[in-house]
């Protein structure tokens, strides 16, 4: 059973569009994180958010926790091909333990 | 700064072979330790973790096992390799009572 759920599981897109991807659950957590991995890396920490509708940005990435705790979004503005990698969201349980959604694969053409 | 080890980065082993990947981690002490498998470049799945030197708990029951017998040092075994051990290996660490873990590198593995 998986815990979170993203999509959209592909996302292929221009150079300059906006996008959004999201993460849910019927699961209440007391944190969310995203990550984005590149091709044989390990996953890079982008933010951790803890507080219901919490938003926070980084720079052209908003990111936003859900007001129950229960999804969270990534919003891209101006999307740059040094974007492209999987995106994967997080939440936390137990501190230390998290659980990992399945990710979005993003790819940005030039 | 802190930094993660990981090794080997490859490693192509036929099934039955024995199992032994190393993950050090450097500028901090007392770190959690995580062991992670990412199939097919999709999301990861939970191992093994450690709170402390000799204290591991097991996440999935299967033929791998993981000890730490230092601080910093995080280690996953198997006796006896299967094809579906195939993966993406990946240790991580975070600071105890707080959520951001923090990737090694990661190790391909290929069963054979």
């Known amino acids: 059973t998986q815990l979170l759920e993203q999509s959209p599981q592909f996302l292929s897109i221009q150079e300059g569009e906006n996008l959004t991807v999201y993460c849910n659950s019927s699961s209440v957590f007391s944190s969310l994180q995203w990550y984005r991995q590149e091709p044989g890396e390990g996953p890079v920490l982008l933010v951790t958010?803890?507080?219901?509708?919490e938003v926070k940005k980084l720079k052209r990435l908003t990111f936003q926790f859900g007001d129950a705790r229960k999804d969270s979004s990534l919003h891209i503005t101006a999307a740059q091909p040094g974007d492209t990698g999987l995106y994967l969201c997080?939440?936390?349980?137990?501190?230390?333990?998290?659980?990992f959604g399945r990710g979005t694969q993003l790819t940005v053409w030039p | 700064s802190q930094t993660i080890h990981q090794w080997p980065a490859t490693l192509v082993q036929p099934v039955g072979s024995p199992l032994s990947l190393e993950c050090t981690v450097e500028g901090t002490s007392n770190p959690n330790l995580y062991w992670y498998r990412q199939a097919a470049g999709r999301g990861l799945q939970l191992l093994f973790y450690s709170v402390g030197i000799g204290q591991i708990s097991s996440e999935v029951p299967q033929n791998l096992s993981a000890s730490r017998p230092q601080d910093r040092q995080f280690i996953l075994s198997s006796k006896k390799l299967l094809l579906s051990d195939s993966g993406f290996y990946l240790c991580a660490w975070s600071v105890q009572l707080t959520w951001e873990q923090y990737f090694g590198p990661g190790t391909r593995l290929t069963v054979t």
């Open positions: 958010v803890v507080t219901g509708g």
């Open positions: 997080a939440g936390g349980s137990t501190l230390g333990r998290l659980y």
